[in-house]
């Protein structure tokens, strides 16, 4: 039976169990994996089950109808705080650590995690999007991981350690989620509600890199669509930059006036891209394959059609890869696009 109902991750919950017994839990922890796996669910729950009076730490099993268990799952603990980027910002703003100008820490999460417990013997915060912590949110950490108050807990969610700064990653013990199963995933789709029809859950969790976050993403039909355009343009033997940078940029404007959700649907087209220069990568080294039909396809014309070696599809990959950072710095969307499909067409022109 899965624990407190999380599925694909009891290694992780023998793993603080075993903390637990011998005494040793840690202050500080970086919790890794792809986005949608349920490294938030399992914080939360996991504060649940060390802030519950009524059962021991170390079975990590909170009796869920203590008002304390109650007060965890509404977000109203005292001793529970749970931050994260606003939807309107591109990094975590340092106020929500050391508080606004005129309240230098007097206010803020590192002055709260100073403080003594109020009701119980820990002190747990819990700092998701921590992918988007800019350098002065990331040092305005460093003394309470340094100097953790008694019995503090605090989590930071990324979706990998290459995110964080070698400061905090020296900092926390590193806990690495795995990508749920497709089977997993479908599962989860289903009985929460996210999709009706098990056979579309399948076919989303196959694409979904075991996370709900891109499977959820990927039930957009008019992402399908345009991944299927989009590729065929990638796997031209010259690719015409222009229009496509007027076609992606129409695309993008398409999610709506949020900043935010533009960037998002950017995101995620400059992933099909990563997947498309890996897929042709694989294939030229004759290891194509896999349940993505239409990936496979479309590397198998682009390597038909291709006039460059593996050097120039590695350069397009590390170029990708690149423009994937780059969206997190909150760059200008028509200059992006237009260095990025520039940049594109250039390498693969030789």
């Keep these: 039976m899965a624990w407190q109902d999380i599925l694909g991750h009891d290694d992780v919950v023998e793993r603080f169990r075993?903390?637990?017994?011998?005494?040793?839990?840690?202050?500080?922890?970086?919790?890794?994996?792809?986005?949608?796996?349920?490294?938030?669910?399992?914080?939360?729950?996991?504060?649940?089950?060390?802030?519950?009076?009524?059962r021991p730490e170390v079975e990590l099993d909170p009796c869920g109808g203590c008002p304390s268990c109650v007060q965890v799952m509404a977000g109203t603990h005292p001793d529970l705080e749970i931050v994260g980027k606003p939807k309107d910002k591109a990094f975590i703003p340092l106020e929500v650590f050391i508080g606004d100008k005129e309240h230098r820490m007097r206010t803020g999460l590192c002055r709260n995690m100073a403080m003594k417990p109020s009701t119980g013997r820990r002190k747990i915060a819990v700092i998701d999007d921590a992918d988007h912590l800019n350098i002065e949110g990331a040092n305005s950490l460093l003394k309470t991981l340094e100097e953790p108050p008694p019995g503090s807990?605090?989590?930071?969610?990324?979706?990998?350690?290459?995110?964080?700064?070698?400061?905090?990653?020296?900092?926390?013990?590193?806990?690495?989620?795995?990508?749920?199963?497709?089977?997993?995933?479908?599962?989860?789709?289903?009985?929460?509600?996210?999709?009706?029809?098990?056979?579309?859950?399948?076919?989303?969790?196959?694409?979904?890199d075991g996370g709900l976050e891109k499977a959820m993403e990927l039930a957009d039909e008019e992402l399908w669509s345009f991944r299927e355009q989009f590729y065929q343009r990638l796997s031209e033997p010259v690719l015409d930059s222009v229009p496509l940078a007027k076609t992606l940029s129409a695309f993008a404007d398409k999610a709506g006036k949020a900043a935010a959700a533009?960037?998002?649907?950017?995101?995620?087209?400059?992933?099909?891209?990563?997947?498309?220069?890996?897929?042709?990568?694989?294939?030229?080294?004759?290891?194509?394959?896999?349940?993505?039909?239409?990936?496979?396809?479309?590397?198998?014309?682009?390597?038909?059609?291709?006039?460059?070696?593996?050097?120039?599809?590695?350069?397009?990959?590390?170029?990708?890869?690149?423009?994937?950072?780059?969206?997190?710095?909150?760059?200008?969307?028509?200059?992006?696009?237009?260095?990025?499909?520039?940049?594109?067409?250039?390498?693969?022109?030789?």
């Design 153 to 208: 807990i605090l989590i930071l969610i990324s979706t990998s350690p290459a995110r964080q700064l070698p400061t905090i990653r020296s900092r926390c013990q590193l806990i690495r989620f795995r990508p749920l199963p497709a089977a997993t995933v479908a599962e989860l789709l289903v009985s929460q509600g996210l999709v009706d029809d098990p056979e579309e859950a399948h076919r989303l969790a196959r694409f979904g």
């Design 262 to 350: 533009r960037r998002a649907r950017l995101r995620r087209v400059v992933a099909f891209a990563i997947d498309f220069y890996r897929q042709l990568a694989r294939t030229m080294a004759g290891a194509g394959g896999g349940d993505d039909r239409q990936l496979q396809e479309s590397a198998d014309r682009a390597l038909a059609r291709l006039t460059g070696d593996e050097e120039s599809v590695a350069r397009c990959l590390d170029r990708c890869l690149e423009a994937a950072a780059q969206l997190d710095r909150n760059v200008n969307q028509t200059t992006f696009i237009e260095c990025w499909l520039d940049d594109l067409a250039a390498v693969s022109a030789g």
């Design 18 to 54: 075993l903390a637990l017994r011998r005494g040793r839990l840690a202050s500080s922890f970086l919790f890794v994996g792809p986005p949608g796996t349920g490294k938030r669910t399992f914080a939360v729950r996991l504060a649940q089950s060390l802030l519950c009076p009524e």
